[in-house]
């Protein structure tokens, strides 16, 4: 119970965090993403305002071995540059870059996203659903001698 309310207040905080740093206005987004055109810099201030947060909790939870609830800390990712990584992430920023939102933004907009935030939030689905079968391949693909 207490992992599950702990779950929904960060998710309601995270969502909070989103809507008044305007990340869920998609011309903004695509206004910090349209660097040759009329770019909109203000978005600079809320990513960089994300690093130092995210940097004194990965410094904490360096020094952990569980979470506060208690269950295991992941391990630490491959700093190493993949295909994988290169493949998500050209695919995240295009996806982006289209619509104007990303997976949270578009979570926390879907009660006033009107139709196209319902079509953003059913291909996002299918995508997840979709991603282990195209990775599988990716992969063999990758390992196939030439």
């Not at 493949?87 to 879907?110: E, Y």
Request: net charge positive.
């Amino acid at each position: 119970m207490a992992r599950m309310l702990f779950a929904a207040l960060s998710g309601g905080l995270f969502g909070l965090g989103l809507l008044i740093s305007g990340m869920t206005d998609t011309r903004r987004v695509q206004g910090w993403l349209d660097v040759f055109g009329n770019w909109d810099p203000t978005l600079a201030f809320v990513l960089g305002g994300a690093i130092v947060p995210m940097f004194v909790a990965w410094r904490i939870a360096a020094r952990r071995s569980a979470s506060v609830l208690g269950s295991a800390l992941p391990a630490p990712p491959d700093p190493r540059l993949g295909h994988n990584l290169v493949l998500g992430s050209t695919l995240f920023g295009l996806g982006w870059g289209l619509a104007g939102l990303c997976p949270g933004p578009a979570m926390a907009s879907i009660t006033w996203g009107g139709t196209g935030g319902l079509v953003f939030l059913a291909a996002m689905l299918a995508g997840m659903v979709a991603a282990p079968a195209v990775r599988l391949r990716v992969d063999r693909l990758a390992a196939t001698p030439t």
